[in-house]
């Protein structure tokens, strides 16, 4: 079985500070690792997501996130925030075998302040 | 291109009515389509996910009802509401895990 877990319920942070918001897994099996986007009364949006290969993937609106195998960790980072982006953030996985459907983390509400 | 359609886009249904939120894809065959459930200040709830035509998978025991009567038809229906069924209810699909989902923008129900 497969779970997701953000640390972080909650991140305020002011604009143009970097941030980062963190996300844990665990698997018996290998994954596909996605973040997604939600802003208010929205659906969720893909931001980026990692396959395979290079542990440093980019995504849309200056977001990237890490791989990190070992600590079984896929946290998201972006140097300097913007007011608009504001907004829930959630990380997934979906396993490679053996089922097709994706685990979401809880969501961490992403607050930039002025 | 491939686009997700969910309507309404908010709904305001007496305690005891019946329900039925309709999403339809675009631009895509035999998706796999999936129902959740986002309670105010929650997470993502799946309810249910239908890999074919006719195929319902349910996830959590409920009220509600999902059926694909088309490929690229999902819809979740209810005989009689409950206060609890409030939410916001998201459509999406995939084609392959690679992909990731697409969601559609969401209908928010409050039951009264």
């Known amino acids: 079985a497969q779970s997701v877990t953000q640390l972080d319920s909650q991140v305020p942070v002011f604009e143009e500070a970097p941030v980062e918001l963190r996300c844990n897994y665990s698997?018996?099996?290998?994954?596909?690792l996605f973040w997604y986007v939600q802003y208010p009364n929205q659906g969720l949006q893909l931001l980026l997501k990692?396959?395979?290969?290079?542990?440093l993937v980019k995504g849309i609106n200056g977001f990237e996130a890490e791989f990190n195998k070992s600590q079984t960790s896929f946290h998201l980072r972006k140097p300097s925030v913007h007011i608009s982006d504001t907004a829930e953030y959630f990380c997934?996985?979906?396993?490679?075998?053996?089922?097709?459907?994706?685990?979401f983390g809880a969501g961490t509400r992403l607050f930039v302040k002025a | 291109s491939q686009t997700i359609h969910q309507w309404p886009a908010t709904l305001v249904q007496p305690v005891g009515s019946p329900l039925s939120l309709e999403c339809t894809v675009e631009?895509?065959?035999?998706?796999?389509l999936y129902w959740y459930r986002q309670a105010a200040g929650r997470g993502l709830q799946l309810l249910f996910y239908?890999?074919?035509?006719?195929?319902i998978s349910s996830e959590v025991p409920q009220n509600l009802s999902a059926s694909r009567p088309q490929d690229r038809q999902f819809i979740l229906s209810s005989k009689k509401l409950l206060l609890s069924d409030s939410g916001f209810y998201l459509c999406?699909?995939?084609?392959?895990?690679?992909?990731?989902?697409?969601f559609g923008s969401g209908t928010r129900l409050t039951v009264v």
């Open positions: 999406a699909w995939s084609v392959s895990g690679e992909d990731g989902y697409t």
């Open positions: 698997s018996s099996v290998s994954v596909y």
């Open positions: 990692y396959l395979s290969g290079s542990t």
């Open positions: 997934a996985v979906i396993p490679l075998t053996g089922g097709f459907k994706t685990i």
């Open positions: 631009g895509t065959s035999n998706p796999n």
């Open positions: 239908s890999v074919g035509i006719g195929q």
